[in-house]
């Protein structure tokens, strides 16, 4: 536990810090806290902050600037969010996303968060239940068969599986009959759950194919997408800007969109906003960034996360802001869609 003091000076060198991107001395601290301390107080606390891991001190600079460690105390202990009185922030409270279909209405959060916070706006888009009216199974070779998925209103997948038993065409239409008979009309996700039980009762090898064939269409055809706006904000940010290979890094992370899926789907177990820090998060693939995402709701139910992700040098309190009202929005927009 730090007293009062540290508390103080560390939530001053943190603030500071964010505002300007340069490390904060003794007298600038002093100023920023308002208290009346010696340089040499300042100096002592400083040092016992940088053992417990807290702020560091670059080599170029006497300053000292907070790690993730910090960062992460700073969150944690220090932050307070008070209604903001920017206008574009109070631009959110009027009905800004609007559109006819569910997905235009992330696209434009996606937007909206990252013109609202200057960094990058990352919506992850509900999965959606693929409900099967008719599947089939055809025989292609020894060991390669093909399956056909056919959803409600008339949406057709093709799969080809590698099973490790050779089927006849006339095993592979029992299949598809016993799963057209006792399944159709159900989601995917609901059949392959009933398979895992039932698989016991049914013939071992065709009912493992079944079960491969579902969980194949069930992994294909359920939307499994993040929309992200406005990459391109990072070039402007200091810490990523001088380092060429840190920004090749970032681009990556977003061209190959997996990580950050992971990221959001960790978000939406949690209740409101969340902030992982980057070199403090076992989530964030990076130490220099962090990310601060909320889940958004329709009908009162959680269906996807969105948020903003940017430096670790991010003004957190407007980001929160941000994030927790695109939140509400969406579920408000994604709500009227649905009843439209």
Excluded: C, W
Aim: hydrophobic share 40%; no cysteine; charged share 25%.
């Amino acid at each position: 536990m730090l007293d009062e003091r540290s508390k103080l000076l560390l939530k001053a060198l943190v603030e500071r810090y964010i505002a300007d991107g340069q490390p904060v001395g003794s007298r600038t601290l002093s100023k920023a806290a308002g208290l009346d301390l010696s340089p040499a107080t300042i100096r002592n606390v400083m040092s016992d902050l940088e053992d417990l891991g807290l702020v560091a001190s670059p080599h170029t600079s006497a300053g000292r600037v907070p790690t993730p460690r910090g960062y992460r105390y700073f969150v944690d202990t220090m932050l307070t969010v008070r209604r903001s009185e920017l206008p574009e922030i109070d631009a959110l409270s009027a009905p800004t996303l609007a559109a006819e279909q569910p997905r235009q209405v992330l696209s434009q959060a996606a937007q909206l968060l990252s013109q609202l916070s200057h960094f990058v706006g990352v919506v992850r888009v509900p999965r959606r239940p693929v409900v099967f009216r008719h599947i089939e199974f055809l025989r292609l070779s020894e060991r390669r068969v093909l399956v056909i998925l056919v959803s409600p209103d008339g949406d057709v997948q093709n799969r080809i599986l590698h099973p490790h038993s050779e089927f006849t065409q006339d095993q592979l239409q029992s299949a598809a009959n016993f799963l057209n008979a006792h399944y159709a009309g159900l989601t995917l996700d609901t059949v392959r759950e009933r398979l895992r039980h039932e698989v016991d009762a049914l013939r071992g090898e065709i009912a493992a194919l079944m079960l491969k064939a579902v969980e194949a269409g069930s992994d294909a055809a359920e939307t499994d997408e993040v929309v992200i706006a406005g990459e391109r904000n990072l070039l402007a940010v200091d810490e990523f800007a001088r380092d060429m290979g840190n920004l090749r890094k970032l681009f990556d992370l977003f061209e190959q969109k997996t990580q950050v899926m992971r990221l959001l789907d960790i978000s939406s177990q949690a209740d409101g906003v969340r902030i992982f820090i980057g070199g403090d998060s076992q989530v964030v693939p990076y130490e220099e960034l962090s990310v601060v995402s909320a889940p958004y709701e329709v009908d009162g139910q959680v269906v996807g996360t969105l948020g903003v992700i940017g430096p670790q040098r991010m003004p957190y309190d407007r980001m929160i802001q941000i994030v927790d009202i695109t939140a509400k929005l969406v579920g408000h927009a994604l709500s009227q869609t649905r009843a439209g």
